[in-house]
């Protein structure tokens, strides 16, 4: 019993070992390392492709994890450090693509399905107003009173 | 009413076309982002030692088409394409390599074993110089003409991605 459950506290010990890579050197200013982490998140890992460079442990992404640290200890600001990538990789890079002409379409067709959405439903809700309120002519009304004679005769 | 009923069907069609189009694009390819920009700076050991290997002014300097391919010695991708790139020495192409965080005598004994296709071989130990030409695979192998990239490719070349991407490249600028 005892040893089940130093097992288990070495376990629960374990897990956050494994927050972020830790193969290479951070800057020793907090500031500093944390920004460096903000930005190696919105960079894309070129050999996982679906994994942050912070995430993947692809020799690639250590590479590019060392040159965002060495760019922002030369004093670069976030965007310069994005810029210097998107340079060498492309937007292809950023995880979060940016707002510009290629994607317009990406960004507005949420805006773009919900507006459709709206004019299904309020054309629907006209629609079904139109057909409740819309009288009966006087043709409709004798042929209704035509066929109540019917059923009368029968 | 005719067309709305055929509203839904034309939404199908639409969607159809937009995933068979969106699907068999293959999302490991990465386009580079120098094409038909002149070649980044960099200055490069020859394998094993410290003097100066390979630089940009080596490549501007050369007349004609040059191929720079990116390998290791540690790359399996890169033995399937070797015979093709001695075949490619063969027909006379000059194509510059580089040893991609290679150990120096692991390049030598590659290249002594399976031939050595290249004019000129450098080495990137650190791998940064990958970095500055947007590598990110390997193989890679890039065209070059008059010091500025026109094409480069992602992964081994055989006869065929030779034949359907390079020939028509290398057709258009040798005009």
Not at chain 1, 10 to 21: K, R
Not at chain 2, 16 to 38: K, M, Q, R
Request: aromatic content about 10%; hydrophobic content about 45%.
């Amino acid at each position: 019993m005892n040893k089940i459950m130093i097992v288990i506290f070495w376990l629960l010990m374990g897990t956050s070992a494994f927050a972020v890579g830790v193969d290479e050197k951070r800057l020793s200013d907090p500031a500093e390392e944390a920004r460096a982490q903000e930005i190696m998140k919105q960079l894309r890992c070129l050999v996982c492709q679906n994994q942050s460079i912070v995430d993947s442990d692809a020799g690639l992404a250590k590479d590019i994890r060392i040159i965002v640290r060495e760019r922002i200890l030369a004093g670069d600001t976030d965007q310069q450090v994005l810029t210097f990538m998107t340079e060498r990789y492309g937007d292809w890079v950023l995880l979060k693509p940016p707002f510009d002409g290629a994607t317009i379409i990406l960004w507005l067709s949420p805006l773009l399905l919900l507006g459709v959405g709206f004019i299904i439903i309020i054309r629907n809700q006209r629609n079904r107003k139109m057909a409740t309120s819309a009288p009966l002519s006087d043709e409709e009304q004798k042929r209704i009173a035509q066929l109540l004679n019917e059923n009368g005769d029968n | 009413m005719k067309l709305k009923a055929f509203f839904p069907f034309l939404i199908f069609c639409v969607i159809s076309i937009a995933l068979y189009v969106g699907l068999s694009l293959n999302p490991g390819e990465i386009p580079s982002e120098f094409i038909d920009d002149p070649i980044p700076e960099f200055s490069l050991p020859v394998v094993g030692g410290e003097e100066v290997g390979l630089t940009t002014a080596d490549l501007k300097n050369e007349e004609g088409v040059v191929l720079v391919n990116f390998f290791a010695s540690w790359c399996a991708p890169c033995y399937v394409e070797h015979p093709f790139l001695m075949e490619l020495q063969k027909r006379g192409y000059k194509i510059y390599g580089v040893a991609y965080k290679d150990k120096a005598h692991a390049t030598n004994r590659f290249l002594k074993e399976q031939g050595n296709p290249y004019f000129d071989t450098a080495a990137d130990n650190d791998g940064r110089v990958a970095i500055e030409w947007g590598v990110y695979g390997f193989p890679e192998t890039f065209i070059i003409k008059d010091g500025v990239i026109r094409h480069k490719h992602a992964g081994p070349i055989m006869e065929m991605q030779f034949e359907d991407e390079f020939m028509p490249i290398l057709e258009s600028i040798s005009k």
